[in-house]
């Protein structure tokens, strides 16, 4: 089961930037390349809410609709580590944010980091 921890979050006003991180280890029959990698988000009192997907091999990605053209989903196979570059952040990007690897149909989720955008 691989390993896995957010930081980079924290207080920033509307309209500024965050850019997330996302460490994996703890591989043992696979490495980190064998892993599509996802960022999720919850806001208090709300369900938790997919944001980004990012391909294996990072040669393809998708966004939620309330993020697209403002958060850049990337990785680094080499480093085992992916990123949520954050741009333009509005009142509602606040919340709890999660990265999520996927093997199969298998699952790890890190223990999220809180972004809080206020002015």
């Known amino acids: 089961q691989v390993h896995l921890v957010e930081s980079g979050g924290g207080v920033v006003q509307p309209g500024g930037s965050l850019t997330l991180s996302c460490a994996a280890s703890?591989?043992?029959?696979?490495?980190?390349?064998?892993?599509?990698m996802n960022w999720y988000r919850q806001a208090p009192g709300r369900q938790r809410e997919f944001v980004a997907a990012?391909?294996?091999?990072?040669?393809?990605?998708i966004y939620g609709d309330s993020v697209k053209g403002r958060f850049t989903i990337s990785r680094d196979n080499a480093k085992n580590e992916m990123y949520l570059q954050m741009n333009s952040l509005k009142l509602e990007d606040t919340g709890v944010y999660y990265c999520?690897?996927?093997?199969?149909?298998?699952?790890?989720w890190g223990q999220g980091t809180q972004v809080t955008v206020s002015s």
């Open positions: 999520n690897g996927v093997r199969g149909s298998r699952g790890s």
């Open positions: 703890g591989f043992t029959d696979f490495t980190f390349s064998d892993y599509a």
């Open positions: 990012i391909t294996r091999a990072g040669d393809n990605t």
